[in-house]
T-cell receptor, first 116, second 114 residues
């Protein structure tokens, strides 16, 4: 298994540009999520999905869209990039989405995004 | 809403010395507790987790953590560190009734010196 894969590894955008960060997992996991990591703030949840066709907002959703048309893929779209979105983005997945399982999350290698 | 506080942002430690990383959380409901490690330029991987039962949890690479409900703490320890333990460590919680959404602490950077 490749686990959780993310592309690209690095990206530089100009303010106002849009782009899509790709995330895929080959473990048949129900739950997928996107986090951003900023120095001293840990990771913060942007959006998550409990299955194909179902998404919801996390702690910091503004400026980002997601969709989940398949179990495997969970792309994150930046609609109009801003310097405040400069960050490292991580995709994660876990086996079951139902509450009460405590399943661990498996993280991808991250995408480092700079917005100038 | 829950929150997680990691009291030390950086911890320098000599090789073969013990280390303790402190984590306190606040939540009005029952939670699961996790410690993740992030090596330089990599994603996060699970060290250990507490779901229920024994309050002392053993994880990978010789790490262990103790859940203290009265103090709402989940401190991570290792009796003897190696150079390869240099990394950033994150404490995280999720509400038992709210699925897999994780709330992370700010992270503790451990630098192991020879």
């Amino acid at each position: 298994n490749a686990g959780v894969t993310q592309t690209p590894k690095f990206q530089v955008l100009k303010t106002g540009q849009s782009m899509t960060l790709q995330c895929a997992q080959d473990m048949n996991h129900e739950y997928m999520s996107w986090y951003r990591q900023d120095p001293g703030m840990g990771l913060r949840l942007i959006h998550y999905s409990v299955g194909a066709g179902i998404t919801d907002q996390g702690e910091v959703p503004n400026g980002y869209n997601v969709s989940r048309s398949t179990t495997e893929d969970f792309p994150l779209r930046l609609l109009s990039a801003a310097p405040s979105q400069t960050s490292v983005y991580f995709c994660a997945s876990s086996y079951r989405a139902v509450p009460g399982t405590g399943d661990e999350q498996y993280f991808g290698p991250g995408t480092r995004l700079t917005v100038t | 809403a829950q929150s997680v506080t990691q009291l030390d942002s950086q911890v320098p430690v000599f090789e073969e010395a013990p280390v303790e990383l402190r984590c306190n959380y606040s939540s009005s409901v029952s939670v699961y507790l996790f410690w993740y490690v992030q090596y330089p330029n990599q994603g996060l991987q699970l060290l250990l987790k507490y779901l229920s039962g024994s309050t002392l949890v053993k994880g990978i690479n010789g790490f262990e953590a103790e859940f203290n409900k009265s103090q709402t703490s989940f401190h991570l320890r290792k009796p003897s560190v190696h150079i390869s333990d240099t990394a950033e460590y994150f404490c995280a919680v999720s509400e038992k009734a709210a699925g897999n959404k994780l709330t992370f602490g700010g992270g503790t950077r451990v630098l192991v010196k020879p």
